[in-house]
DNA sequence: CATCGAGCATAAGGTGAGCTTACGCATGAG
DNA sequence: CTCATGCGTAAGCTCACCTTATGCTCGATG
């Protein structure tokens, strides 16, 4: 019988790509990893690793392994979820994940209601990025997390996170009321409406982020490369600094609420989805699904069920 | 994370009914067995088990939990039996359950074809009863089995052992010459042929057994009880008794090719299916498919699939 | 009804699996 | 060249898990 334990550890480093990396993630020695790997492989009777330069590269035996482990590893989930059902009523720790500006817009609401309907869950608020939340999730950091991407940033695909859809944006483009210089969009494509700031100064998001890839991609659909004057996370950030002619950028539709009043935005063809992720397995753990319920009433989504 | 050792054991005790039958399968003390059930009750959050009576069983929880189980334990089957293909050849101890007339018919047939196959492979053949295969097969004291099942005494379904067809037989009607009695079967139906018999002494396999169960179902099924005054599980002595006048037995068409010269055999509209089990998810396992295919061939089953 | 064995749970103690620390070696970056 | 990074092995320690011992309850049996 093989060892789920260890067939995790092979799943780790599958995604993580070292075993210090693994041994980090799950707060063990290295040198744990190693034997335990070392143990896996001898009872397997087929090498999984091999050296490659200073690293270890799983075997294509040892990637077949891993296809079985996050099966098994996605049933005894769905086994967990279904024994907290069991136990009556919803309470404990929640651990939630969240991008920086899902902090002060969704997160309160989803909190609120919550707790209204949940008092004994203990929800534990971590903001997180985006690439990092299905690593926080495997590692067990995470319980459930808010995620978003945005069009021309498709989500990897990624067989051990499920995702329940929440909310559907459209994004703006915010700008200054610069005077006399006629920069004023025409039109309903992309392209027409991103146009005349071509050669603007662009605010994005910070490099690395799928908000800042969506901003260069965007522009680049539109026909031309960004300059990126000013990289910042937070909207409200943005839209201030648009507000003053420092440049163009990307809100999503949940910023403009309190926009200053001399900032212009101009609804773009161009969307950002955020959604709920959970560990596969884990949707129908009764505190997940109290999160997602919750969520989708703090922000309004029409019913709708798992993708 | 549930342990899967520990619901190992949860799944023997669905299947055994004790911790202590448990604990014997699985070379444990019932003492290791219960400490370690109420870990898994602990980690669960929920009853698994309540007494009854000095027994256990398990509730709701602890059922659902087993199907879950189940599933775990198919899929990290069909993990080694992956691993094993990745192995290059096929050799080591294959454990191989029979039912005790499948010993001089299929059995040595199968091996010679085995052994000319994959010389490697070192089979390790034992008798066993058909009741007792599914345990044998789960507790790892057998890899795969030759089991039988018979009209009138359907297999119960089980999750945990899959079932490849092997051979169809017709089942026949034994009896003696006895001059004068005018006992001729007319007809083609069941009763029809048993019906001259119903008053004759019967001679059927040992209670118990699914051969005995059979006999007296289709002896039932003809109108009549039977009156059983031998019972023997050897076919050839069934054939013996019945050439001497001791009364009527069914046999097996394999049973037939070195009949006694005075036995009268009457084909039954009624059949044994022989089949090849294995734990589930263990069909891919290369050991198992080689024993698999050299059954098949040395029986003579044309093709077909599994169910 | 009294007795006894079967079955399970708990307490106490021993042992090995699995962890950490320590160290050596190979690799690739600077 | 030099050094940091990453992996593997050796040695030792700790705790999880098993066994033994014991008691309790239930149900079969005379």
């Known amino acids: 019988m093989l060892d789920v334990r260890r067939l995790h550890l092979l799943r780790e480093l599958d995604r993580r790509g070292t075993i210090a990396a693994v041994a980090q993630a799950l707060t063990f020695t290295a040198s744990a990893v190693s034997q335990q790997l070392s143990v896996l492989e001898r009872e397997a009777g087929v090498p999984l690793l091999e050296r490659s330069g200073r690293r270890v590269v799983l075997t294509p035996a040892g990637r077949t392994l891993v296809t079985h482990a996050d099966a098994v590893l996605e049933r005894l989930e769905l086994a967990v979820s279904e024994l907290a059902g069991a136990r009556e009523g919803i309470g404990g720790p929640l ?103 071509a050669m603007s100064p662009w605010i994005t998001a910070r490099d690395g982020t799928t908000g800042h890839a969506m901003a260069v991609r965007a522009c680049q659909a539109a026909g031309f490369q960004p300059r990126i004057r000013h990289q910042v996370n937070d909207f409200r950030t943005v839209l201030a600094l648009a507000a003053i002619g420092q440049g163009a950028g990307f809100v999503p539709e949940m910023a403009t609420t309190h926009a200053p009043e001399d900032v212009v935005l101009t609804r773009l063809p161009l969307f950002r989805r955020s959604k709920v992720a959970f560990r596969a397995g884990g949707g129908t753990h009764p505190a997940i699904a109290a999160f997602v319920a919750a969520a989708r009433t703090a922000v309004g989504t029409k019913g709708g069920a798992s993708p």
């Open 95 to 197: 651990r939630i994940g969240t991008f920086p500006s899902g902090g002060p817009a969704i997160v309160p609401a989803t909190l609120a209601e919550l707790a209204r309907r949940h008092p004994a869950l203990e929800p534990m608020v971590q903001e997180i990025d985006s690439a990092r939340v299905s690593d926080g999730l495997r590692a067990g950091e995470l319980d459930v997390a808010l995620v978003h991407d945005y069009d021309f940033v498709p989500a990897s695909p990624d067989t051990t996170v499920d995702q329940v859809p929440l909310l559907e944006e459209s994004m703006y483009l915010a700008t200054g009321t610069v005077s006399g210089t006629g920069r004023v969009a025409r039109g309903e494509k992309l392209a027409e409406l991103l146009g005349p700031w």
